[in-house]
């Protein structure tokens, strides 16, 4: 791989995202224009942002690595978040963004009439999406590895200057950029997938069939529960998401943006799983720490193409990574009563953001498996807060405690399957648990309601 050429591809992308969001910052008066993006993308800028969102580091670097093992099967992974976003496109999105909020916890107030469990939610929301932003950290070093260039300036000054233009523009920024990394990591994979296929020595049916052999992947089917559900139930809650919802110029815009955007995930998902059974089937040996989609695509390609692959990775994960910062600090200005945002300080606002991307970027040296992470941050939140908020898209008005145990329900049975291992697949129990819990809040409300009216008639 030529080192040089990566580095000028790197630094040159991220120039012209500089310039593109630094000038997203002209016009920032209020913080609905900092997080909101002022409520008015279009479809195209919303349909971009949405693939962008997703396909990020743990996708493509977690998927290709976890291919090289399973096989497959780890299509079972992104094809979460791509169902998850047709669940948007049929209409959930439409209902998320006819509320008139600014993050998802904030319905918890709205539907239930509870700020203790908006903050409640706003935090859970919060380390989920930190994990994620973790997550991409995390994929960004072993991209860094597999390359074999383990310079701290380069990667410091890398990650200052997505800081810097998404603290500095907000989610206009965010989108803006998403346009422009988003445009080119699609087209430098599909020329990478063009150019493997043609200069393989096998066919794609034969990589396809290979993909599913026993004797080279193992298979475990009580992954299956956590690539395929999780994502796809944390697509209806995550506030990233969420947030592109409720900036949306209409319902409708949300609808059909997500709908293109699954296609596209799903065409990504495939490539990067692609290039792990690949690898696999052409008995390539991958390295101690070193990432399975550079590795082959190093061995197999040109060092320019191989230096514009490796570009477009780190635009895969910073585009995911650029939204989880500016997510994270709606959470935090927007469910909090934080004294020093409430004049609509732009700067404070800059100022939390760049702060959230800081710590992330120190707490990714405690962690390795990108999947993993990943999976654990759904696990968390959905197991907490899919039920109330999934119920309150159908059921504008609900009662605080059935949503308190919901949420309380979910996080027992989250902890108590981590503590105790079994074998039932703890992703649907936790999920059924607090759907227990909801309707046990709703039991209570009733009896109480019916001890009212007979305690009324006596009267």
């Known amino acids: 791989m030529n080192i040089t050429a990566f580095i000028l591809f790197i630094f040159g992308l991220q120039a012209i995202c500089l310039y593109v969001g630094g000038k997203s910052v002209k016009g920032l008066k209020n913080q609905e224009d900092y997080f909101l993006a002022g409520r008015g993308i279009r479809f195209f800028p919303l349909t971009m942002t949405f693939l962008a969102t997703q396909v990020g580091g743990g996708l493509i670097l977690g998927s290709a690595n976890e291919a090289y093992q399973f096989g497959w099967w780890v299509l079972f992974y992104p094809l979460g978040a791509a169902l998850g976003m047709i669940l948007l496109g049929m209409g959930l999105g439409r209902r998320l963004a006819q509320f008139k909020v600014s993050t998802t916890a904030q ?27 973790v997550a991409q950290i995390i994929a960004s070093n072993k991209f860094m590895v597999s390359l074999g260039l383990d310079s701290p300036l380069v990667f410091l000054a890398f990650w200052g200057i997505v800081i810097f233009y ?33 200069s393989a020595d096998i066919s794609l049916g034969q990589i396809v069939d290979r993909g ?13 529960y956590g690539w395929l559900l999780m994502p796809l139930l944390f697509m209806v809650i995550e506030q990233d998401m969420g947030q592109r919802c409720f900036a949306a110029e209409s319902p409708q815009a949300v609808s059909r943006a997500a709908l293109w955007a699954a296609g596209g995930t799903l065409m990504m998902s495939f490539i990067a799983v692609f290039f792990g059974v690949f690898a696999k089937s052409l008995a390539i040996e991958i390295p101690a720490g070193a990432s399975v989609l550079m590795t082959v695509v190093t ?70 498996n990108i999947v993993d992470v990943l999976i654990q941050s759904y696990e968390l939140s959905v197991s907490c807060l899919f039920v109330p908020i999934f119920i309150a898209l159908f059921k504008r008005k609900g009662d605080p405690l059935s949503a308190g145990l919901a949420v309380t329900f979910g996080a027992l049975s989250f902890v108590l399957f981590k503590v105790v291992p079994n074998e039932l697949p703890s992703e649907v129990i936790s999920v059924l648990i607090s759907l227990a819990g909801y309707y046990v809040g709703e039991l209570v409300v009733w009896m109480r309601t019916q001890r009212e009216e007979r305690e009324k008639v006596r009267l």
């Open 107 to 133: 319905i918890f107030e709205v539907a239930y009439r509870s700020p203790r469990l908006k903050k409640v939610a706003s935090l859970l929301s919060i380390l989920s999406l930190f994990m994620i932003f």
């Open 166 to 198: 998404t603290a500095a523009g907000g989610l206009k920024a965010v989108v803006a950029t998403d346009i422009i990394q988003a445009t080119f990591f699609v087209g430098a994979f599909l020329l990478c997938f063009g150019c493997a296929l043609f």
């Open 212 to 224: 599913v052999q026993k004797d080279l992947f193992s298979f475990e089917p009580s992954k299956l």
């Open 299 to 368: 061995q197999t390609s040109s060092p320019v193409i191989s230096a514009m692959i490796g570009c477009a990775l780190l635009a895969a994960i910073v585009s995911t990574a650029d939204s989880l910062i500016n997510a994270i600090g709606s959470n935090l200005s927007q469910d909090f009563e934080l004294k020093f945002l409430k004049r609509d300080n732009i700067r404070l606002s800059q100022a939390l953001s760049a702060g959230i991307a800081i710590a992330g970027i120190l707490f990714s040296f405690y962690f390795n």
